[in-house]
């Protein structure tokens, strides 16, 4: 089975601009969380989403949005990229809302802004 | 508010020796705690969680974990290192109400000398 898959891999962005980051989870998991980890820290957590609603939200700007899509992808924006959205973007999903499940973590996207 | 230290940067053992990574959290309610590794330009691999049950938990690849409820510890454990164990480790908190919030410490790099 594939696991959690993100796109793209890496991408290099000028400060102002906007990015979008996509996740596929694992099939039959309807729980996507993003957390961001900045170079030498623990990752931080951005957003959850169980069935297509934002059910978390952690300690980020409005520049920072995410959404849900039927078949349980997701993806997160980031507008008016700062130099210091500069980290790897984790993608985690699961099976439930909330659970005493593990989150399975995607590979994640290198993001850099310059 | 939740919060995990992970009070070494590094650890350092020899193969073949047992290794402990420690880890200590803050959670309000009965936790769910859980442990990840992170190999080089990787997303996070699940090892091990405690949810409830037995305070010794075993994972993957040999490693374990004991929970200490008076202590507020859950320390990472291996008999026996191996080389090939050197990594990035993460523990990782989330409170039973929190929905898939997960707070994580800020890493343990592991260096397993041959």
């Known amino acids: 089975d594939a696991g959690v898959t993100q796109s793209p891999t890496h991408l290099i962005k000028t400060r102002g601009q906007h990015v979008t980051l996509r996740c596929s989870p694992i099939?039959?998991?309807?729980?996507v969380s993003w957390y961001q980890q900045v170079l030498g820290q623990g990752p931080q957590f951005i957003f959850q989403y169980y069935e297509k609603e934002e059910r978390g939200r952690g300690n980020f700007p409005d520049r920072f949005s995410a959404r849900q899509f039927p078949n349980y992808s997701s993806e997160l924006n980031v507008n008016a990229l700062l130099l210091g959205d500069s980290a790897l973007y984790l993608c985690a999903s699961s099976l439930e809302r909330t659970s005493g499940g593990e989150q399975y973590f995607g590979p994640g996207t290198r993001l850099t802004v310059t | 508010a939740q919060s995990v230290a992970q009070p070494e940067d590094q650890v350092n053992v020899a193969e073949g020796n047992p290794l402990t990574v420690k880890c200590t959290y803050s959670?309000?309610?009965?936790?769910?705690l859980f442990w990840y590794v992170q190999y080089p330009n990787r997303g996070l691999q699940f090892l091990l969680k405690?949810?409830?049950?037995?305070?010794l938990v075993k994972g993957s690849y040999g490693f374990e974990a004991e929970f200490n409820k008076s202590q507020t510890s859950f320390h990472l454990k291996k008999p026996s290192a191996l080389v090939s164990d050197s990594a990035l480790y993460f523990c990782a908190v989330r409170a039973n109400n929190a929905g898939n919030m997960l707070t994580f410490g800020g890493g343990t790099r592991l260096m397993v000398k041959p």
């Open positions: 959670v309000s309610g009965n936790p769910y």
């Open positions: 099939s039959g998991h309807k729980s």
């Open positions: 405690y949810i409830t049950g037995d305070n």
